[in-house]
């Protein structure tokens, strides 16, 4: 929850953090009176004969999905 005053003040801010997936209450004298969420966009049907030969030029991947997400986050912990 964040005041109208600081909700004016940092609303840039405030839009970055919801395009990101928050949702922020806004409150006038401590009682919340608005919210602010990411508008819905339709999603984008996807090409599947793109989508096929695009994989299909791509060289078989010599690791697992497991080890290559592993080896991004530098541990061998998970």
Known sequence: MINLADAKAHLSELVDRVEAGDSI??????KPVARLTAVTRPRQQIDATLLQSLTATMPPQAESSTDLVRSMRGSDRY
């Not at 209450?25 to 401590?30: A, L």
Request: aromatic share 0%.
């Open 25 to 30: 209450e806004i409150t006038r004298r401590g």
